[in-house]
């Protein structure tokens, strides 16, 4: 089942709290996907709701998470040192890689995320 489109206020708000963390754009999944060219190993940041999460241990044993973020109209695989929950809403800020090598196994337009941020920190009273 698709997700709904997130709100106009939810990208808006969003979009203000971009402002504090990154000085990359918020790009939607779309454009990303359409040109993945453009981003490969950029800084990119996207948000959208998680799904289908499994907790694994990099090479090094330390923990680490793999999820797709799903945001209505596309979806993004992204790897993570923070903790996320199935169904969590996030603004996700790393770097975009188009197509990696992992042994025999190629990994294309995925994100290693270096921050993960709830959307639900965002406080709709600064909107007036």
Do not use: C
Request: aromatic content about 8%; glycine content about 8%.
């Amino acid at each position: 089942m698709p997700l709904p489109a997130l709100s106009f206020w939810m990208v808006f708000l969003a979009s203000l709290f971009l402002t504090s963390i990154s000085h990359a754009g918020l790009l939607e999944m779309a454009d990303l996907m359409a040109h993945p060219e453009q981003y490969d190993r950029k800084e990119v940041v996207v948000m959208g709701a998680v799904k289908h999460v499994q907790a694994t241990t990099d090479s090094k044993g330390q923990p680490a998470f793999k999820f797709f973020l799903e945001d209505g109209i596309g979806t993004l695989k992204v790897t993570s040192r923070t903790a996320v929950q199935e169904g969590d809403h996030v603004i996700v800020e790393g770097t975009f890689t188009r197509r990696r090598q992992s042994g025999r196994l190629a990994v294309y337009n995925e994100v290693n995320a270096v921050s993960i941020r709830p959307l639900n920190q965002l406080n709709p009273d600064l909107v007036g």
